[in-house]
C-alpha cells in the first residue's frame, strides 16, 4: 500500500509531519475516476489504441510513483509531500 504523508514547515527550525492514508485518497478520488472511465475509453476507440493496454500503462506510471518526492515551498511556507 502507498502511504502518502506531508511534512509543513513554517520556518526552517520547526517541522510538522501530517500523515495522510492512502485509502482515504482512494476514496475521495474514486468518484472522479469513475466519472472519467468513459471519456477515457472513448478517447481509446477515437484513436484506436487498446483500452486494456492503456489502463496497464497508466498503473504502471501511477505503482512508478514509489518513493516519489514532491516539496512545494513558498516565501514562508514548505510542504513536502513523500509516497512511500
Aim: glycine share 6%.
Amino acid at each position: 500500500m502507498i502511504d502518502l504523508s506531508a511534512a509543513c514547515t513554517e520556518n526552517p527550525r520547526s517541522r510538522l509531519l501530517i500523515g495522510v492514508p492512502f485509502f482515504l485518497l482512494v476514496v475521495l478520488v474514486s468518484p472522479v475516476l469513475i466519472l472519467l472511465t468513459p471519456v477515457a475509453l472513448f478517447a481509446c476507440l477515437a484513436v484506436g489504441a487498446n483500452p486494456f493496454h492503456a489502463a496497464r500503462l497508466a498503473w504502471g506510471v501511477l505503482t512508478a510513483l514509489r518513493g516519489t518526492h514532491v516539496e512545494v515551498t513558498g516565501r514562508d511556507r514548505s510542504v513536502l509531500v513523500h509516497l512511500s
